[in-house]
């Protein structure tokens, strides 16, 4: 009871994070300004942008087949993506219930006589890989944007992120796994995943005639992919991190603000497409992969 009081608690903060920060937005920002800006858009970017972030969740899929691999799930790729775009649903439409990667383990758990515990360590090591990978690329990206402060600090930074990504990997592949090279394919995999979410938000930036600032654009991506934890599905966060980011290098807010909101609408259309497989159960096949 106390378990499941305390999960509607965190879930009902999110909640308010994201919706209040989604109204503050709102008050901010000179909406037929906006309008204007999708109206000027290049479709043919924002398509590009679509299929890059297709592509970005199927390295996911693959991210997560290896991991469960390791304790004898074997089943076909076209089932984990089911399952994936499912949990995609319940994260995003969903706040009340269960949520996505809770219910890949649960479902998994149930249906291959696997532990709920062992299913569930892998769906949060691999979650925290893929942010020791965005930890990564911010010291990385961070190498590329001016700041007013001194930049032998931006390479202090970069040099930290390095050491820090060395001895994260080293401590999951000691205490939790004992292949160390499936770790390092693991986190190969993430950094695909957020290299195409970058690449994503480029041809978002593309789309709307932005034509320079492209790295400190990508940090304040990668800030509020970190900052998406305390939110409802990243929602709130990622535009309120874009507009403060537009104030604080004096770009056009309604603009900045733009891109974050084409990449939750984005995810929202590709996460819908989970409701496909809400009202129907899923099967695990009997083929193995």
Request: aromatic share 18%.
């Amino acid at each position: 009871m106390h378990q499941k009081l305390k999960k509607r608690s965190i879930t009902a903060i999110k909640l308010i994070v994201s919706f209040g920060l989604i109204a503050w937005v709102m008050r901010q920002l000179n909406w037929k300004e906006i309008q204007l800006i999708f109206k000027s858009a290049q479709t043919t970017y924002l398509v590009l942008a679509v299929v890059v972030f297709l592509i970005s969740q199927w390295f996911s899929v693959l991210r997560f087949n290896l991991f469960v691999r390791k304790i004898g799930i074997r089943l076909p790729l076209t089932f984990h993506w089911k399952l994936y775009l499912l949990g995609m649903f319940y994260n995003f439409f969903l706040p009340g219930g269960v949520g996505g990667d809770a219910y890949k383990a649960y479902f998994l758990s149930k249906n291959t006589n696997k532990s709920l515990k062992k299913v569930g360590q892998i769906v949060f090591i691999e979650r925290f890989l893929g942010i020791v990978a965005i930890g990564f690329l911010l010291g990385a990206i961070g190498l590329l944007v001016t700041t007013p402060y001194p930049y032998y600090l931006n390479v202090l930074v970069f040099v930290c992120a390095i050491l820090c990504t060395f001895f994260l990997l080293k401590w999951i592949a000691r205490w939790l796994f004992v292949h160390k090279k499936r770790i390092h394919w693991v986190f190969t995999y993430s950094m695909c995943i957020q290299l195409l979410q970058l690449l994503c938000v480029f041809f978002l930036l593309k789309s709307f005639h932005i034509d320079q600032f492209y790295a400190t654009y990508l940090l304040l991506f990668l800030i509020s992919s970190i900052l998406s934890v305390i939110s409802f599905a990243g929602l709130g966060i990622r535009e309120a991190v874009f507009m403060y980011g537009a104030v604080l290098f004096q770009f056009n807010p309604e603009i900045s603000t733009t891109v974050a909101l084409s990449f939750s609408l984005i995810t929202a259309l590709v996460s819908f497409f989970g409701v496909i497989y809400l009202a129907k159960q899923l099967d695990i096949h009997p083929s193995k992969k």
